[in-house]
């Protein structure tokens, strides 16, 4: 007889938070398994917040699973795109749960890529002043970066991310298995992420993500298994040291601050999230040469593997004045200067000012002329 499949995860990667410590699971077949919900605090009810595109393909899986840990399960499915990340859409999650009578030990679990889990933890903080919840992300780019560490937000139209609150999950759970109906653009997306972990802190990493890529992007589950417990681990230390983004947290922001100066100006939705940084990674990484800290062969280096991952290397023609504008907006910016993540030398960061002029030339230096 075949042996019984099983749904243990292949890896399990603590975060180490004191009282809000939580292990991140990683494996395959996990979601319809009960036995992976165990460890979640016992409620009567449970809303599972997810959106239209993941609902039909993975909420009746999950829904049944929790059928032993919960009494009732509702579902909440929000329209899919990062331009629903606002008021409007958080609302339909408060609406869910009034609607149903749910109480303060309810349990949401946030059923999709990196825009349900911002916005579902968002609304697990302020419910009820917080209510437990748990990721259950779905695409790439959520189970290596966006379903760890606690920062749920929604965008405003001047920027993005700006409205939100620090507020850990009581788990993840990345079930390798949903990466399967992911679109190509959508886990290139996720590709920019992980291979933001090298430059900033893992030159191994670099190194072997150079080695694989043509693997990885053929979705070996192996090699995918590897590439996200890698950047959990990386992404858990940091966090373990700086949970509020007080220092260290925000190399994590490498190629964030042109990337969301990208997704603002260009209007949300137009590039993926990852892409954006993807392509904020190359214009960093070429401010970062112009400030003297790495050489012009490892910008190519790195951008040559953004670009065999599927990804945009050449940014939009906003306009150099445009950019500084929107790049005003951050939430690093201080009295008004602009804040950038820089690579100080291959395998570590370092945020730090530099001149607009400086910055100016780099635009212009990456971008599509108008
Ligand atoms: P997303 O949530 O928009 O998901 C991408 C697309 O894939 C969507 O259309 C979604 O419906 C679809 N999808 C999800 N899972 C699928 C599956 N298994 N099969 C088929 N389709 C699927 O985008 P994303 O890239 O996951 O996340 C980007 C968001 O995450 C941005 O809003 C960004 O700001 C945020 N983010 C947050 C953090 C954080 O630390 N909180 C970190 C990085 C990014
Ligand atoms: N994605 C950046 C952070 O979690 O800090």
Partial sequence: MPAAPTAAPLHEVPISLGDRSYPIHIGAALLSDPATWAAVP?????????????????????????????????????????????????????????????????????LGGGVVGDMTGFAAASYMRGVPFVQVPTTLLAQVDSSVGGKTAINHPVGKNMIGAFYQPRLVVCDLDTLATLPAREFSAGLAEIIKYGPISDMALLDWLEAHIDRLMGRETALVAHAVRRSCEIKAWVVGQDEREAGLRAILNFGHTFGHAIEAGLGYGQWLHGEAVGCGMVMALHLSRRLGFVDAPFVERVTALLRKAGLPTVGPALGASRYLELMRVDKKAEGGEIKFVVIDRPGSAAVRGAPDALVREVIEHCCRPE
């Fill in 42 to 110: 016992p409620s009567t009810q449970a809303l599972i917040v997810t959106n239209s595109t993941v609902a039909p393909l993975y909420a009746a899986r999950l829904e049944q699973a929790l059928e032993a840990r919960h009494k009732a399960v509702h579902i909440v499915a929000l329209p899919d795109g990062e331009e629903h990340k606002n008021w409007q859409t958080l609302n339909l999650i408060f609406d869910a749960l009034l609607e149903n009578a749910c109480d303060r030990r309810t349990v949401l679990y946030a």
